[in-house]
């Protein structure tokens, strides 16, 4: 590119000028026969186009060169490199490709703050998507994963105690242990099973570090019965859990509901026949005998209980046998008042019953002038034998309890120690209470006859039976 060489040219401060003032327009060849003049192309305009070519020209850095006729465009394409380390720019098409969508990217430097991360951010239409991983991030992750990962596998080759050529006969060396995201579960790779090399999922949970946890330092399979096994705690424990294959588990499961569906129809045939044997109204509105609603086998007690609205009983029961002397109990109740226990044996039609009360006894301690005895309760019925040195007008108390109504009192005397006491009738100074009674002793040895003076107290043998309070 150059400027015009020829005859009448200027330097460029004489170079003629647009005018400032008159109309713009387009040039035209005219029309001699419409009188239309052709357009007079002044030296101004010319100049104005060389102008801005050269300008274009010169703005690249380029230098004019008359030889050169490809000068604009070589301006044009360096000028538009120039921002993209001086290559000429290919500009990226947006959209049009396949399964490509019109959608708008907005692509720039990511800046949060007002500050620079390093990043690209992009965003399509208004969806702001984030910013782009660089290579340094890349970098970075792969670092810090090969890190974790050499870690985990020195974890792991300190947890395997079989050799690193798995030539142990038994164990198989865990030479590889992942997490699959499509299983969903974690997979080791054992390469003394069958086919080496081979992955078992397994079934995995955490080790937590609280109290009732225990780490697990190995983790094998046993190939004799397929089993896992694994090792808690410290290798050298030597603390070995076995897990079972899914089929031993399964046939576990399958025995189970077995004997749940055997053990529910055994429990609903006992409650047929326990149903069958109670003969008292279900609503348990019987006013002597009760309902026996529920019947078990206590472990602790290691006797039945019977419960009788909601109140337990244990028993201490015996088998029936079917030997000659013995017959079957067809029913058997509590009376909660008296607290006896009424069995119906033979056909329960028959209505033959024995009842049975609680019986229970003791022995009565001596205690100044009561000098012992023994005691025996029947259901409620109280029976005090006693031995204590009287005297006329004394009072005895019943040392084994008071009764709830006035009990039947007998007793006898012996002589005293200086043998004048020959005779001594037993009667009352005062009828018997429910808590006491007084005895009225009287010698009848001739001249000596008398009352029995404290000071020379008889011995009385005291029997006293009644409804216990």
Same mark, same amino acid.
Request: proline fraction near 5%.
């Given at each position: 590119?150059?400027?015009?060489?020829?005859?009448?040219?200027?330097?460029? !401060?004489?170079?003629?000028?647009?005018?400032?003032?008159?109309?713009?327009?387009?040039?035209?060849?005219?029309?001699?026969?419409?009188?239309?003049?052709?357009?007079?192309?002044?030296?101004?305009?010319?100049?104005?186009?060389?102008?801005?070519?050269?300008?274009?020209?010169?703005?690249?850095?380029?230098?004019?060169?008359?030889?050169?006729?490809?000068?604009?465009?070589?301006?044009?394409?360096?000028?538009?490199?120039?921002?993209?380390?001086?290559?000429?720019?290919?500009?990226?098409?947006?959209?049009?490709?396949?399964?490509?969508?019109?959608?708008?990217?907005?692509?720039?430097?990511?800046?949060?703050?007002?500050?620079?991360?390093?990043?690209?951010?992009?965003?399509?239409?208004?969806?702001?998507?984030?910013?782009?991983?660089?290579?340094?991030?890349?970098?970075?992750?792969?670092?810090?994963?090969?890190?974790?990962?050499?870690?985990?596998?020195?974890?792991?080759?300190?947890?395997?105690?079989?050799?690193?050529?798995?030539?142990?006969?038994?164990?198989?060396?865990?030479?590889?242990?992942?997490?699959?995201?499509?299983?969903?579960?974690?997979?080791?790779?054992?390469?003394?099973?069958?086919?080496?090399?081979?992955?078992?999922?397994?079934?995995?949970?955490?080790?937590?570090?609280?109290?009732?946890?225990?780490?697990?330092?190995?983790?094998?399979?046993?190939?004799?019965?397929?089993? %896992?096994?694994?090792?808690?705690?410290?290798?050298?424990?030597?603390?070995?859990?076995?897990?079972?294959?899914?089929?031993?588990?399964?046939?576990?499961?399958?025995?189970?509901?077995?004997?749940?569906?055997?053990?529910?129809? !055994?429990?609903?045939?006992?409650?047929?026949?326990?149903?069958?044997?109670?003969?008292?109204?279900?609503?348990?509105?019987?006013?002597?005998?009760?309902?026996?609603?529920?019947?078990?086998?206590?472990?602790?007690?290691?006797?039945?209980?019977?419960?009788?609205?909601?109140?337990?009983?244990?028993?201490?029961?015996?088998?029936?046998?079917?030997?000659?002397?013995?017959?079957?109990?067809?029913?058997?109740?509590?009376?909660?008042?008296?607290?006896?226990?009424?069995?119906?044996?033979?056909?329960?039609?028959?209505?033959?019953?024995?009842?049975?009360?609680?019986?229970?006894?003791?022995?009565?301690?001596?205690?100044?002038?009561?000098?012992?005895?023994?005691?025996?309760?029947?259901?409620?019925?109280?029976?005090?034998?006693?031995?204590?040195?009287?005297?006329?007008?004394?009072?005895?108390?019943?040392?084994?309890?008071?009764?709830?109504?006035?009990?039947?009192?007998?007793?006898?005397?012996?002589?005293?120690?200086?043998?004048?006491?020959?005779?001594?009738?037993?009667?009352?100074?005062?009828?018997?209470?429910?808590?006491?009674?007084?005895?009225?002793?009287?010698?009848?040895?001739?001249?000596?006859?008398?009352?029995?003076?404290?000071?020379?107290?008889?011995? %009385?043998?005291?029997?006293?039976?009644?409804?216990?309070?």
């Amino acid at each position: 590119m150059e400027l015009i060489i020829g005859t009448g040219t200027v330097v460029e !401060a004489s170079r003629d000028t647009m005018p400032a003032t008159g109309t713009p327009g387009w040039a035209t060849d005219g029309d001699p026969a419409a009188t239309i003049p052709a357009t007079d192309f002044p030296a101004s305009h010319y100049n104005m186009l060389v102008a801005e070519v050269v300008q274009v020209i010169l703005d690249a850095g380029l230098t004019l060169d008359r030889t050169n006729w490809g000068q604009l465009s070589a301006a044009i394409q360096k000028m538009i490199a120039s921002p993209y380390g001086g290559t000429v720019f290919t500009p990226v098409q947006q959209g049009g490709g396949a399964d490509q969508g019109g959608n708008k990217i907005y692509l720039g430097w990511e800046s949060v703050d007002g500050a620079s991360t390093g990043r690209l951010r992009y965003q399509i239409d208004s969806s702001d998507i984030g910013p782009i991983a660089n290579y340094s991030d890349v970098t970075a992750e792969t670092t810090r994963a090969k890190a974790e990962e050499a870690a985990l596998q020195t974890q792991i080759d300190g947890c395997v105690p079989t050799p690193a050529d798995n030539s142990d006969p038994v164990n198989g060396r865990v030479t590889e242990f992942l997490y699959n995201k499509s299983l969903q579960q974690f997979v080791a790779f054992c390469p003394s099973i069958t086919a080496a090399g081979n992955g078992m999922s397994l079934i995995g949970s955490q080790t937590f570090g609280a109290t009732g946890f225990s780490s697990l330092s190995n983790f094998v399979y046993r190939e004799s019965d397929g089993a %896992l096994q694994a090792n808690v705690g410290s290798i050298s424990a030597a603390v070995i859990v076995d897990f079972a294959p899914v089929s031993s588990v399964d046939t576990v499961q399958a025995n189970l509901t077995t004997e749940q569906t055997a053990r529910t129809n !055994a429990d609903a045939t006992l409650q047929t026949q326990i149903d069958g044997r109670v003969i008292t109204p279900a609503d348990n509105s019987d006013a002597t005998n009760g309902n026996i609603d529920t019947l078990i086998y206590n472990k602790t007690l290691e006797q039945p209980v019977a419960f009788n609205n909601g109140t337990g009983y244990a028993l201490p029961f015996s088998q029936t046998y079917g030997a000659a002397g013995f017959v079957s109990i067809a029913n058997m109740v509590m009376n909660t008042s008296t607290g006896g226990l009424t069995i119906n044996y033979g056909n329960m039609s028959d209505g033959t019953t024995h009842t049975y009360l609680p019986a229970s006894q003791g022995t009565i301690a001596g205690n100044g002038n009561l000098q012992g005895g023994t005691w025996t309760k029947t259901g409620n019925q109280l029976r005090q034998c006693f031995q204590q040195l009287a005297w006329d007008g004394c009072t005895i108390d019943y040392p084994a309890g008071d009764y709830a109504t006035t009990p039947t009192v007998t007793f006898i005397a012996a002589s005293s120690a200086d043998g004048n006491h020959l005779s001594v009738p037993p009667c009352f100074n005062t009828l018997p209470t429910t808590t006491s009674f007084s005895p009225h002793l009287a010698t009848f040895a001739g001249s000596t006859d008398g009352t029995i003076p404290e000071n020379n107290p008889v011995m %009385l043998h005291i029997v006293v039976e009644g409804t216990a309070a």
